[in-house]
């Protein structure tokens, strides 16, 4: 028995939140794809996975898994390019991208957390730097405009950035704890 972390990451900072969320609960830190064997003996499996169009990357392969064992626990650590919630940034919209994912119908007491990732353009896959270019474009449209936001997060994401920070774990840790979990 005991905790498995399961990670999905491009770029490495979903994959670094797993080695510490790992390092924390004492457990081991797989792959997604390597899930169904390595969380057989698992009674807590934690999903570590990054954000993508708003969604997240490996969710259904999870929903999927959780679904044919329905006797383990279950968290998430969802990880994005976005800042931690602030003025500008309210928690609220982290949720909401985070629902798209895990509806609060489906999933109302999975304790889950945001933390914020990095950028970093030329890890990219082709097909994602491409998302990219339209994206970059749109951020620049919406900056022209006067958009706070979007002239920010434009500057940063063309400079590159690594927003991760161990710490963003203790809320998780904190409640998997308090629900003796772990
Ligand atoms: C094509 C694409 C779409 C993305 N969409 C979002 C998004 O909707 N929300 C968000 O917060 N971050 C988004 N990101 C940023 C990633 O979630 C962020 O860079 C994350 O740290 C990547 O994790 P990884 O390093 O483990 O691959 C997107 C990144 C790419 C490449």
Redesign the pocket.
């Known amino acids: 028995m005991g905790a498995v972390v399961a990670f999905c ?7 670094r939140y797993a080695d510490w969320l790992a390092v924390e609960l004492g457990c081991r830190m797989v792959p997604l794809e390597q899930i169904e064997v390595v969380a057989a003996d698992a009674d807590l499996v934690v999903l570590c996975s ?5 969604s997240l990357k490996g969710a259904k392969r999870f929903r999927a898994y959780m679904a044919a064992h329905g006797e383990k626990r279950y968290a998430v650590v969802a ?4 800042p931690m919630p602030s003025e500008l940034w309210p928690a609220s919209e982290h949720e909401e ?1 985070f629902r798209r994912s895990f509806p609060a119908g489906a999933y109302p007491d999975m304790p889950w957390c945001y933390c914020q ?4 353009f030329e890890r ?1 896959g082709a097909v ?1 730097k491409a ?2 270019r339209i994206y970059f474009k749109m951020l620049e449209g919406e900056a022209r405009k006067g958009d706070q936001r979007s002239g920010t997060a434009l500057a940063q994401m063309r400079e590159g950035y690594d927003g991760c920070e161990r710490s963003y774990l203790d809320p998780l840790v904190t409640e998997l704890r308090a629900r003796g979990w772990a």
């Not at 990054?50 to 708003?54: E, I, K, T």
């Open positions: 990451s491009q770029t490495g900072s979903a994959k990054w954000f993508h169009a708003a990880v994005g390019a976005t991208a990732g990095g950028f970093h990219l994602d998302m990219m």
